[in-house]
């Protein structure tokens, strides 16, 4: 039997198909305004019994594969603690969602807390401010690993940090430096929406953002303990769905 | 069990199907042309019993339309509580049909932003403004209280004309504990597992029996727990079996702010407790009668309304206790208004609360009256109902 697991985010879309031990395929495309289209276009080819739906799109899609739609947090957890199993904090960074879950010994999720709606410490945020340092993305974070120290960013709306970025160039700031305290705005707001749900050991960070190694270093250094990065951190609620299928398709038997 | 729909509506008058503003409208209309006056009323601070010996009919105003944020925002800052901009919008468009019917206005000192609100707004109606004790188990508080309901009748008298008796407000101090009592009966309902009764049946109930006195709706109260009983005889019930219960606790919730009941059900929960001024807050509680003093009587009631406003507002958290163990929620959301400090910081108080003596999933949910932000509180909310 095979599940598959569809993450409808505001930046892309995920789809995972599993087979119940392992992943068979995995795809990541960008959304765009006909999110329908584009889901039936990963579907094509891509062989499965059941689907289950995440993210922004998860009641869309739902509506049109008549489906079941489980919310981020529980994708996330169930994806999470499969890669890393025994996790008890996990920290999602999207494109325009930051998540912080903490969960019991067993896997279930015990408190959560989401940023606000604007797009303050998500991904988006990063490509925004990279875009201002008319950086690509990996030049982005080479450019903040590599430098010493950190300009400080103070205002976490995007909109407001982007005029501050602007703003400390037209000072004469180095880009190195500037690219490093984005990063570190990034990470502080982060850790504090983890302490929000009290961080614990053996973090997991998913998500798109987990990608960027250099925000995965500055919460190490932040939290002073090393944090697990699955493979391919940014299928994690797609991963999460096909699981949840699989789960129920047993259960059902 | 065999779903049993469309039971009889609880209320079956000209006004069914319509907003239940348009009832309390009726009603407060019908009043007047029978010689009544008119006090707007913005909280649930304001002396009812008193109101109602004055032969004086409340009219709660307007304060949860979006619509109405725009204008109010040319004069009052934009980061402010939207129930604050809303109301004020209304009264500065002149749109609400309750402060256009309104001889006098009684507001209180709840919070900064309703106090310096009501200043702009003074000169348009007869308005006074009572001081709210905010630490109500300091002993001054009660005098305090005492003499800020006497000053408002003074207030009252002086621009309505009317005027009432020791007696008359002993008798409305009874007639508000008859009604309370029935309003407990119904909310029997809501706490029954499953519930007979809908968010929406009790929002239109809580709406007419804040305005109207109890020898004037007890006999449809009592018309509607006969329906309710009828509704337990055949087997209806709201909502499914396995539907998350949720208690609603937090800011008032009305108009607009309605949206998170409503993200509730279609989510698949189902409200049982309305634990706001709005809901069912001012009834859970009575009256003493017969005490030689109905004023003071009146005074320590209100005092013991568990509002953000007061410090440290412990009786929050006793009160909850109370519902939560008769209408046993599996979840508890608190509903936080942008920028309404006081339900926002308290949150964290509640929260620990509920984790730790209930051990009951909580969700704490900040917006204001604009549907911007649905998808992501549903997100919220489903997690929630994940989580139970």
């Excluded at chain 1, 303990?225 to 493979?231: A, F, L, R």
Aim: negative net charge; hydrophobic residues 40%; glycine residues 6%.
């Amino acid at each position: 039997m095979i599940s598959a697991g569809i993450d409808i985010g505001s930046r892309t879309i995920k789809l995972v198909t599993f087979d119940g031990s392992r992943i068979l395929s995995s795809k990541v495309r960008p959304n765009s305004y006909n999110t329908i289209d584009i889901c039936r276009e990963m579907l094509k080819g891509v062989p499965y019994d059941g689907i289950i739906s995440t993210g922004y799109g998860r009641h869309l899609f739902s509506r049109h594969f008549d489906c079941e739609a489980i919310s981020e947090i529980k994708a996330f957890t169930l994806g999470a603690f499969h890669t890393v199993p025994g996790c008890r904090t996990i920290l999602d960074i999207g494109g325009q969602d930051t998540k912080a879950i903490s969960l019991d010994e067993n896997g279930k999720i015990s408190k959560f807390e989401m940023n606000d709606k604007c797009a303050a410490g998500t991904g988006k945020f990063l490509e925004i401010m990279a875009n201002a340092l008319e950086f690509t993305m990996n030049e982005f974070i080479d450019s903040a690993s590599s430098a010493e120290k950190a300009e400080p960013i103070n205002s976490m709306c995007t909109v407001f940090a982007e005029s501050e970025v602007i703003s400390l160039i037209g000072r004469g700031a180095l880009r190195d430096e500037v690219s490093l305290g984005i990063h570190n705005a990034i990470v502080k707001r982060s850790v504090s929406l983890m302490k929000r749900v009290s961080i614990r050991d053996n973090i997991v960070f998913v998500g798109g953002v987990a990608n960027n190694r250099c925000v995965q270093s500055l919460i190490e250094k932040d939290v002073g303990t090393k944090i697990s990065v699955p493979d391919n951190p940014q299928i994690t609620g797609a991963l999460g769905c096909a699981l949840h299928h699989n789960e129920k398709a047993i259960n059902s038997i | 069990m065999n779903k049993i729909v469309n039971p009889e509506p609880l209320f079956v008058d000209e006004y069914t199907g319509e907003p239940p503003a348009k009832r309390v409208l009726g009603h407060i209309q019908s009043k007047r042309e029978q010689g009544a006056a008119v006090a707007g009323l913005y909280c649930g601070y304001a002396p009812m019993e008193l109101i109602h010996a004055m032969d004086i009919v409340p009219a709660v105003l307007c304060a949860f339309s979006n619509a109405q944020i725009e204008a109010a925002e040319e004069h009052l800052p934009a980061n402010l509580c939207p129930l604050i901009k809303s109301s004020y919008g209304f009264v500065i468009r002149d749109t609400c049909p309750f402060y256009a019917v309104s001889d006098v206005v009684i507001a209180e000192t709840t919070c900064d932003g309703k106090k310096k609100m009501f200043e702009l707004m003074s000169h348009i109606r007869p308005l006074y403004v009572m001081d709210l004790p905010q630490v109500p188990d300091e002993k001054e508080a009660r005098d305090e209280w005492k003499s800020m309901i006497l000053k408002v009748k003074s207030f009252m008298e002086k621009h309505t004309g009317k005027s009432t008796t020791e007696d008359k407000i002993e008798a409305s101090i009874k007639d508000t504990n008859r009604k309370n009592a029935l309003m407990r009966k119904i909310f029997d309902y809501a706490a029954m597992q499953p519930p007979v009764v809908s968010w929406s049946e009790l929002y239109d109930v809580i709406f007419i029996a804040m305005a109207a006195k109890g020898e004037e709706i007890n006999p449809r109260l009592e018309n509607i727990i006969e329906k309710l009983e009828k509704r337990v005889e055949r087997g209806y019930f709201h909502g499914q079996p396995e539907s998350p219960r949720v208690m609603v606790t937090g800011c008032p919730v009305g108009g607009d702010a309605l949206k998170i009941f409503k993200i509730i059900e279609e989510l698949g929960g189902v409200v049982v407790a309305l634990d706001a001024c709005t809901g069912m807050k001012s009834f859970m509680d009575d009256i003493s009668e017969d005490t030689g003093d109905p004023v003071g009587a009146i005074a320590e009631r209100y005092l013991r309304i568990p509002c953000s406003c007061m410090t440290p507002n412990n009786r929050r958290l006793t009160e909850m206790d109370k519902i939560i163990e008769k209408f046993k929620p599996d979840a508890v959301v608190d509903f936080v208004l942008h920028a309404c400090h006081s339900y926002s910081i308290e949150s964290f108080k509640v929260g620990a609360h509920i984790k730790n003596k209930h051990n009951i999933p909580f969700l704490k949910v900040i917006t204001d009256y604009s549907d911007g932000d649905v998808e992501q509180i549903k997100t919220r909310v489903q997690a929630l109902f994940e989580s139970i």
